[in-house]
């Protein structure tokens, strides 16, 4: 759901983040410039989102680190992904949010949001150079893999895409390397 303040920069929504001026400070992402409120999660999606952080915290890296719902920066939007791998300990983030040089991968959990996720959200991260997006989508019973953004560009996109079921590894690949590999049924419902 959107509020009526169309084209907010970043500065702007964090002022009015810090200020208290948000109508719901604990569920709202800004868009492309545009205040959305994140609605609560299906028991479904939070237990694949529980699935998805034990599923990765697992195989994780030394150096990397492992975000549960906590928003990002990019140069037009502070969206919220379910789960982001950021570079660095935990404390780099303590008096900031990670932007797309810190981010190698998110991954949204996609019940009624699958339409959103699939194109602003895609966008969004695309436009940024977020080199992974995953979509664990319920609806679909899959888990569908973004990668090879474009970036900056008319009509920012991903290159790459794969979708997993079942028994199908998943790869999961952090700066350019498969550290690992997930079974799409250990993520989904």
Known sequence: MSIAEPHLTV????EMFENGRLPDPDHSELLDGRIVIRTAKSPLAATCLALAHEAFRVILPSGWR???????RTTDSIP????????????DYAQRRPGPGDTVMVVEISDSSLRQDRTLKSRIYARAG????????????QVEVY???TGPD???????RAEYRDDDP?????DGVEVGRIVAR???P
């Open 170 to 174: 998943i790869p999961v690949v952090i």
């Open 66 to 72: 492992l975000r549960n719902q906590s928003s990002i």
């Open 154 to 160: 008319p009509a920012p996109s991903y290159r790459g």
């Open 147 to 149: 990668n090879d953004p």
């Open 130 to 141: 977020i080199a992974v997006y995953w979509i664990v989508n319920i609806v679909d019973a």
């Open 80 to 91: 919220e992904p379910d789960l982001a791998i950021v570079r660095g300990p935990a404390r």
């Open 186 to 188: 250990n993520i989904l």
């Open 11 to 14: 500065e702007q929504f964090l």
